[in-house]
C-alpha cells in the first residue's frame, strides 16, 4: 500500500519560510517522479514543483520560481519543498505526488497540508 505524508505547514508571516517534508512508503521512490501541487479555496488545482527520480531535474511554476525549491533524498524515501519569500497569495492546501509519469498527471498523492501566509 502507497502511502505519501505530508508534514511542515503551517502559520507563517509573509516573508517567512516553510519547508514542507513528504515521507513515501509502499513503493520504490527512486523509481517515481514526484511533485508538489497546491490548492487554494475557489482555484485550480496547480502544480508548484517537480523533481525527476534522481533529482537530476526539477521545474516550477512560474509563481514560484526563484522562492521555492524542491529536493529528494531517496535514502530517505522524502521529498522536499524549501519555500521562501512566502507571499498571502500562497495560502492554500499542498499535496505531494508520485508518478511513474514525468509530468505527474496521474499517480498517488498524500492527504496534504495546509500553508497559511498572513500578510
Known amino acids: 500500500q502507497v502511502r505519501l505524508v505530508e508534514s511542515g505547514g503551517g502559520l507563517v508571516q509573509a516573508g517567512g519560510s516553510l519547508r514542507l517534508s513528504c515521507a513515501a512508503s509502499?513503493?520504490?521512490?527512486?523509481?517515481?517522479?514526484m511533485g508538489w501541487f497546491r490548492q487554494a479555496p475557489g482555484k485550480d488545482h496547480e502544480l508548484v514543483a517537480r523533481i525527476t527520480e534522481s533529482g537530476a531535474n526539477t521545474h516550477y511554476a512560474d509563481s514560484v520560481k526563484g522562492r521555492f525549491t524542491i529536493s529528494r533524498d531517496n535514502a530517505k524515501n522524502t521529498v522536499y519543498l524549501q519555500m521562501n519569500s512566502l507571499k498571502p497569495e500562497d495560502t492554500a492546501q499542498y499535496y505531494c505526488?508520485?508518478?511513474?509519469?514525468?509530468?505527474?498527471?496521474?499517480?498517488?498523492w498524500g492527504q496534504g497540508t495546509q500553508v497559511t501566509v498572513a500578510s
Open positions: 509502499g513503493l520504490t521512490f527512486s523509481k517515481y517522479a
Open positions: 505526488a508520485a508518478s511513474s509519469n514525468p509530468m505527474i498527471t496521474e499517480g498517488y
